[in-house]
Each structure stands twice: as C-alpha cells, then as structure tokens.
C-alpha cells in the first residue's frame, strides 16, 4: 500500500525505452562528458599572466622617491621660510694706487693697489664663514694682479672690514689696454675693477648649510691718476658690489 504523506518526488522524466541507443542524447557525441545537450563553456584561449615583479618594484620606488624629494622640499622651505637668508653685502670703502706705471712700448703696466672692502651680513638669524677666498683686479678685461685673502667668520647683522693687496710688476696687457689707459690717466682718472670669490657657509643654530661659491663684482673704480704721478685713491666715495651665487 503506497505512502500518502510522503511528498512527490519531481525530477527529469525517463527517457522512454530505447530513445538513447548509444547512452547518450541525440547529436551528442561518444566522448562527451556533459549529460546535457548545452556543452560547458569553454576558454580555450585564455592565457594566465604571472604579475611582473620587476614592474612593481618599480612602481613602488617612483613612488617613494617621489614622496622622499616633496618631503625634503617641503622641509627645505619651511626652512627658508624661518630662516629668511640673505646675501652678504660687499663695497669698496677705499682703493689706493702706488707706484703706478705704463710701458707704451712693451705694453707692460706696474703699480701697486690696495682694496678695503666692507663686508655686512644682514642676516639676522644666520651667521656666515668665508673660506677659500680669491680676488683679482683688472683693467676692464684685462687681468693686472691677483691674491688669497685669509678666511673669516661673520656673526649676525655684523659688519666686517677686509683688505685685499695687489702687486703687478710688468705684467703684459694688449695694446689696446695700454691705449685707453693712457687716454684715461690724460683725463685725470683710471678705472679698475675687482672680482673677489670665496666659499661661504650659512649657519643658524645646528643647521648648516652647505658651502656655496660667492661672487662679487666691484666696477668703475674710479682712481685719479694724473699723468705725472702714479698714486691715486678711489674717487666717489663708496662703491657697492653686486653679489651672486
């Protein structure tokens, strides 16, 4: 006697006698493994990519250095922000000539000059060293002596006087160098210049800058030298200097 209270039991139908001879549905072939008549999909031609770990490595280090160089900007300009330098000042607080002298012939000048500069530090939070210092005097283009000058250290908004001395003896010039001075002393005045250089360090508390190359320029130096004499001092007054980096 059959089981009321069980429920019915739903499912594929069976297939009717004989209606699959060969096991398997019609248009299906022998060796398929799918019992239905849709086969899987297939991909056959998809291909697994292994990441590149070189490509990442990469990447990550971009990225780091990246973020390294805005770090230390950002750290550098606050820095400048606080600190607030500024160059040093330069001028040329007198100039003496001695013992000057042209040879037309030979094109040779000689004389003696002495330079004292005056060197301010505006800084206020900052101190400076001066090392390596060379200084040269010319004739326009013409180069007539050169000397090192000993090293020195600033403090704040402190001001600091430095002699440079120059010594030439027949030291050759161009013709031309030789002209014009002579047109120049026939006027009353020759005009020299003075380049001085020298390896500066800002420093403020126990931040220390690294050494920078300073650059000054001191023009039309205006020295009275009659054509009689051969000692002259600068003429004007004080000069200022142009300053670089």
């Known amino acids: 006697m059959a089981d009321n209270s069980r429920p019915p039991v739903t499912g594929y139908p069976a297939p009717p006698p004989g209606a699959y001879s060969n ?6 072939h022998s060796n398929a493994s799918y019992p239905y008549a849709a086969p899987p999909p297939q991909y056959a031609n998809y291909q697994y990519y292994a990441p590149d770990r070189r490509a990442t490595f ?4 971009l990225v780091a250095m990246i973020a390294f160089f805005v770090i230390i ?8 922000l606080v600190l607030r330098p500024r160059l040093p000042e330069f001028r040329v607080q007198s100039l003496t000539v001695t ?6 012939s030979s094109q040779h000048v000689s004389g003696d000059w002495l330079v004292q500069f005056q060197v301010a530090n505006p800084n ?14 010319f004739y326009k283009s013409e180069s007539l002596s050169a000397t090192r000058l000993p090293p020195f250290d600033q403090g704040t908004r402190n001001q600091t006087v430095v002699q440079a001395s120059f010594a030439a ?16 002393r026939a006027r009353g005045a020759v005009s020299f210049q003075v380049r001085l250089l020298a390896l500066a360090r800002f420093k403020a508390g126990w931040w220390r800058a690294r050494r920078r190359l300073i650059r000054v320029f001191c023009v039309n130096l205006a020295v009275g030298l009659p054509p ?18």
């Open 73 to 80: 900007g950002t750290v550098l300009f606050i820095v400048w």
């Open 58 to 61: 990469l990447r990550y280090f």
């Open 169 to 184: 003896v027949d030291t050759y010039v161009d013709g031309w160098a030789v002209s014009e001075i002579n047109a120049e």
């Open 124 to 137: 206020k939070k900052m101190k400076i060293s001066y090392a390596d210092i060379a200084s040269s005097i």
């Open 99 to 104: 013992n000057f002298s042209v040879s037309n």
């Open 23 to 28: 096991g398997y549905p019609p248009g299906a």
């Open 228 to 245: 009689n004499n051969g000692t002259g001092k600068l003429t004007g007054g004080v000069r200022e200097c142009r300053v670089g980096l």
